[in-house]
Each structure stands twice: as C-alpha cells, then as structure tokens.
C-alpha cells in the first residue's frame, strides 16, 4: 500500500511562487510516474505535469516554462515549483504515483491565486 502526502499550497497573488511537494512512503517495488492533476471548481480534473521514471517530463501546455517538476528518487518524493503563477491555476492539486499495483493519489492541496 503507498501513501503520499502533499505540500506547499497556499494563497499567493498572480506574479507569485509557490512550491508543491509529495512525499511517497509504503511498499512499491518501482516508480512508473509521479505527477499532479489539478481539479477547478466546476472543471475536470486535468494533468498538469508528470515525471517518468526514466526521467522525461511532460507539461499541460497552460503551464509549460511557467511550472517544473523534479523528483527525489532515493527520497521517493516530487516537487512542482510553480512559478508566475495566474488566478486561473487556482484549483486542488492532486499528487499521484504510478507503481506496477496502480495508480495511487495524494490528498489534495488548494492553490488560491488572487488577481
């Protein structure tokens, strides 16, 4: 079972920073992906950014040279590092994990930026 917990979200003004973490812990023999969704109110959940585990990354092009994604593998944990950042990137950012038992989720963390 993997558990992941997030990290980071917060209200910021547009022009600002912030910096989303997700911390893996439980039992997985190995990491296909780690990444975020983020889910607006009223919109579908859509992908935002994913790290394989070969180590490409891959954007949504709304956030593509804005936001990036790194991870930590002997730390099992990822960060997305969210810069010049817009009221419309307000939403619940969901981390997951891809590992060959599934896909697991984080909890969720708002991201709240006020124009």
């Known amino acids: 079972q993997v558990q992941l917990v997030e990290s980071g979200g917060g209200l910021v003004q547009a022009g600002g920073s912030l910096r989303l973490s997700c911390a893996a812990s439980g039992s997985y023999r190995r990491i296909f992906a780690m990444g975020w969704y983020r889910q607006a109110p009223g919109k579908e959940r859509e992908l935002v950014s994913i790290?394989?585990?070969?180590?490409?990354?891959n954007y949504d092009d709304s956030v593509r040279g804005r936001f990036s994604i790194s991870r930590d593998n002997a730390k099992s944990t990822a960060h997305l590092q969210m810069n010049s950042l817009k009221p419309e990137d307000t939403a619940v950012y969901y981390c997951f994990l891809d590992t060959p038992a599934g896909r697991s989720w984080g909890q969720g963390t708002q991201v709240t930026v006020s124009s």
């Open positions: 790290a394989l585990g070969g180590g490409s990354t």
